[in-house]
């Protein structure tokens, strides 16, 4: 799934591939801005991103299928 974070005062948005679950995203989400504290996100790769909750603008959560690559054969 992708997901997108706007940080207030960049022009450039974060994004970030994940393999979690979309409520789990918005329980992180939820914690950290409810708290005031960071966001930290691991995405498919392992890289860990930490931004400050007093510092997101929005946060936007792709799809979680994957897009296929290729022909699709019908059976």
Not at 18 to 39: F, H, N, P
Not at 44 to 64: C, D, F, H, M, N
């Amino acid at each position: 799934m992708d997901i997108k974070i706007g940080v207030q005062h960049v022009q450039r948005e974060i994004v970030i591939e994940s393999q979690e679950s979309s409520e789990t995203i918005k329980a992180q989400v939820a914690q950290a801005l409810s708290e005031g504290g960071v966001l930290e996100l691991t995405d498919s790769k392992g890289s860990v991103t930490l931004i400050p909750a007093a510092q997101i603008g929005y946060v936007e959560l792709g799809a979680e299928n994957k897009r296929r690559i290729g022909f699709g054969f019908a059976e």
